[in-house]
């Protein structure tokens, strides 16, 4: 059997297995074109929050990360929520551990403290706000405060610093996203733009600041899609992983959509597979299950993050 035949099998089974478990897979942009052709709904991580309570499902099979599948778990305790591959965890995350958190909460006691929802639901636990690279700038914006703690993404926190007028303390110092700090350089940017001088570029905040200042405009995921149909070009470059560039021309079919960089690729995110997927929807497992006293907080949070960027 070639691969385009095995690959449409395995949605056939996908989809059977779906409707019998009352199921919907919800899967992040940067997902492989066969997770994001077959999954019932695509979107960052924001979307994916509010699109995760808003299903009439009992199963929610969730392809992205363990940050992603933790909070679609959080705000349905409801539902059954199942992450194919519970280690495809976000190295960002990892960079903020609570011992962390809770020294720079006892240095700066009046300071808000705002987390990337890139974070572990442990850290996540002493946050006032958790935000997406979608709403950290409208939150914070709205906040009274004139110094705000923000982390584990040191990038986000200077986007944010430089379009407010408020002192962003990044926590920790150095935190930062492997595929968009380190892959997506002035010099991939350069070598990009010379292959296709008429782009447009666009770029995730999670890019280092240097990249960010080259850029046509910077947004999250689904901020990056809204402007390709706003912006006149009819050539993009995308510096962000490179799952979004498929996204983007499924989307935006008449528009030449490249990538800065083919290899900036988010290796957790690709260990989500239809393969295991469909194991997943088979088995039942593996499910993401929070202790109580964890998700109720991080709900409460959540909530009061998701109220303040109505
Ligand atoms: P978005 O919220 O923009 O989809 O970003 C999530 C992420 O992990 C970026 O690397
Ligand atoms: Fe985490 Fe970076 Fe992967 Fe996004 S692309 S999930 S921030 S490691």
Known sequence: MNHESYVKRLKLEVNDLREKRRAVILAHNYQSPEIQDAADYVGDSLELARRAVAVDADVIV?????????VAAILNEDKTIIHPVREAGCPLADFLGVETVKKFRDDYPDAPLVLYVNSSADAKMYADYIVTSASALKLISKLDDDTVLFGPDKNLASYVEKRTDKKIIPI?????????????????????????PNASLLVHPEVSPEAQELADYVGSTSQMLRAIGRLKSDEFLLGTEEGHTYRAKTLYPDKEIFPVNPRAICIDMKKITLENIKKSLEN????????KKISDKVKEILDRSLRLIK
């Open 284 to 291: 039942m497992k593996p499910k993401v299950i929070l202790e």
């Open 172 to 196: 920790p110092s150095n935190g930062y996203c492997y595929v968009h700090e380190q892959l997506i350089r002035r010099r991939h940017i350069e070598k990009a733009r010379d292959e296709h």
């Open 62 to 70: 969730f392809a992205g990360v363990s940050f992603m599948a933790e």
